[in-house]
């Protein structure tokens, strides 16, 4: 048996599933049971009647579906693969800013440690940032850790008064105007689909803005053939099967998430295998960040 296939026997015998980011390796995708946005993705951890989960994504993806479906076992293929942002904050922070403003809620983009979730008043990821900080009644909105994310919502709802700090994803923000604008030169006919983790400049030159679901659907609906995309180029995977005629190009040499890189066929079996890599989180953490993640998936419906 090859690894896929002794994945497959795996999965079956203990009752798992496996969920998969959109910047995960192809094949990776490919052997997945649900593939998506973190979003998504958090929804069907919610959900699943599974009794383990295998999340090929990182950390952050791992502990929310903990925390959304405790009594399953939930495993990580690779224990070190981390987002650098979801450290972008501190409780220190958060908690001097809600001594500075009564009217404050705290608004945590999904990319962040439990730790630091149990005091954000909710949840939110790049596909419902817009609609979740609308509905609050709160005006002041203390917006963690993504200060372009924040500074893209600042924009779209500008009753609020959105406040962000240091936050940043080092592969979004290192996409640069410079060679957005050598890109295009090079395709003048190409669509450009960014996400919203990209620096204002970049937002700004672009024709469209969504998570990594939403940039999928832009560039398969669309009647154009030739984008430049904004985001980690494990999207394509998705696009080139839903669209295989479409143009697909990258505004840096290279757009990759070394952390999602991480995860491989090798390490999803051998966490099948040996249940090793499973998360598990204090009980009073678990309790606390419960609650701004379920508001999440009330408020995004
Ligand atoms: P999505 O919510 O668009 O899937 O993005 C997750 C992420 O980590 C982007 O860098
Ligand atoms: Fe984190 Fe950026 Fe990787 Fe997304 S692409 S997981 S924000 S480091």
Redesign the pocket.
Do not use: A, K, L, P
């Given at each position: 048996m090859n690894t896929v296939e002794k994945i497959k026997k795996l999965k079956e015998e203990k009752k798992a599933i496996i969920l998969a980011?959109?910047?995960v390796d192809e094949e990776v995708q490919k052997i997945a049971d649900y593939i998506?946005?973190?979003?998504y993705l958090a929804k069907v951890a919610s959900q699943t009647d599974a009794d383990r989960i295998v999340f090929a994504g990182?950390e952050f993806m791992g502990e929310s579906a903990k925390i959304l479906n405790p009594e399953k076992k939930v495993f990580m293929p690779d224990a070190f693969a981390d987002?650098p942002m979801a450290h972008m904050i501190t409780i220190k922070e958060i908690k001097e800013m809600k001594e500075k403003y009564e009217d404050l809620a705290v608004v945590c983009y999904?990319?962040s440690t439990a730790e630091i979730k149990q005091y954000a008043d909710v949840c939110v990821?790049?596909?419902n940032a817009v609609k979740i900080v609308k509905a609050l009644p709160q005006k002041n909105i203390f917006f963690i850790p993504d200060q372009n994310l924040g500074d893209f919502v600042r924009r779209q709802v500008p009753e609020k008064n959105v406040i962000t700090n240091y936050g940043h994803?080092p592969?979004?923000t290192n996409i640069t105007l410079e060679k957005l604008n050598e890109a295009k030169e090079k395709y003048p006919e190409a669509k450009v689909a960014v996400?919203p983790?990209c620096k204002r400049e970049i937002v700004e030159a672009a024709d469209f803005v969504g998570?990594?679901?939403a940039i999928i659907d832009y560039v398969v609906q669309s009647d154009a053939k030739d984008f430049i995309i904004g985001?980690?180029d494990g999207v394509f995977a998705k696009i080139k099967e839903l669209a295989p005629n479409k143009e697909l190009h990258t505004i840096m040499d290279v757009q990759v998430?070394p952390n999602m890189k991480k995860v491989t066929l090798e390490k999803i079996l051998d966490v099948l295998e040996n249940e090793t890599n499973e998360v598990i989180l204090n009980d009073e953490f678990m309790q606390k960040a419960l609650s701004p993640l379920e508001k999440m998936l009330e408020l995004a419906k």
């Open positions: 980011h959109y910047y998506g946005d973190s979003f990182v987002c999904i990319n990821t790049s596909s994803c592969r979004h996400h983790e998570s990594t679901s985001t980690v998430c």
